[in-house]
């Protein structure tokens, strides 16, 4: 499973208050994803990193900052939450050597924003 | 937005082979076809991948047309585990994945 956690796994928050979800990797790998995934669609990219302190927008960033202070976390922060972004969130990282897009999957975290 | 097509819904039945069809005709010369299935709630799970060969690892084989248009996915002896949603996705650089709505594949059993 690539050693990949996510906290919490659940979370019900109201509108308006700040949200922060957690990432962690045991196995030092170099790029981490943060995607959602909402009824009747595939999942979404909201941010990638590549690296300590490097990091990019994905598809549906707004609403959505990142940080990576070490190799082993990734945060995701809704600074405000809305009801918007009530949906299922999936941290992601990939091995090295090129092979950049064969990704492991967190379990996931379900939020809901009232 | 995803730039593949795939049957919304499959079904198969216990020990014959799956074979899940996508539709990749705007595909240029430098990005690859990979798979993921997701079986209920749980992340995405990496299949394969190919170029232009077709591959095959311990759990499908990959079938791609000549012309690199289409591409099929074989799951050689479906087993009821093997019920999932499957992504077909076009990948070039930047390490990112887009993810379409996939096909349901349901293994009857």
């Known amino acids: 499973d690539a050693g990949i956690t996510q906290s919490p796994r659940h979370k019900v928050t109201e509108t308006g208050t700040p949200v922060t979800l957690r990432c962690h990797q045991t196995?030092?790998?170099?790029?981490m994803y943060w995607y959602r995934q909402d009824p009747g669609h595939g999942l979404r990219l909201i941010h990638y990193?590549?690296?300590?302190?490097?990091?990019d927008k994905g598809e549906v960033s707004d609403g959505y900052s990142v940080s990576r202070s070490k190799t082993e976390d990734f945060l995701l922060t809704l600074e405000s939450a809305t009801s918007s972004q009530t949906s299922v969130y999936f941290c992601?990282?990939?091995?090295?050597?090129?092979?950049?897009?064969?990704?492991?999957f967190g379990p996931g975290t379900r939020l809901t924003v009232l | 937005d995803a730039k593949t097509t795939q049957p919304p819904s499959m079904d198969c039945a216990e020990g014959r082979a799956a074979n899940l069809p996508c539709n990749h005709s705007?595909?240029?010369?430098?990005?690859?076809v990979y798979w993921y299935r997701q079986i209920h709630s749980q992340g995405p799970q990496y299949i394969i991948h190919?170029?232009?060969n077709n591959e095959t690892n311990e759990m499908a084989s990959l079938i791609i047309t000549e012309d690199r248009k289409s591409s099929t996915l074989i799951l050689p002896h479906a087993t009821l585990r093997d019920t999932a949603v499957y992504y077909c996705?076009?990948?070039?650089?930047?390490?990112?994945?887009?993810f379409g709505q996939g096909t349901r594949l349901t293994i009857n059993p």
């Open positions: 992601a990282i990939s091995t090295s050597g090129g092979r950049y897009n064969e990704q492991f």
């Open positions: 190919g170029l232009k």
């Open positions: 196995e030092n790998h170099r790029y």
């Open positions: 996705i076009e990948v070039g650089g930047a390490q990112k994945l887009v």
């Open positions: 990193s590549y690296g300590v302190k490097d990091t």
């Open positions: 705007t595909i240029s010369g430098n990005e690859y």
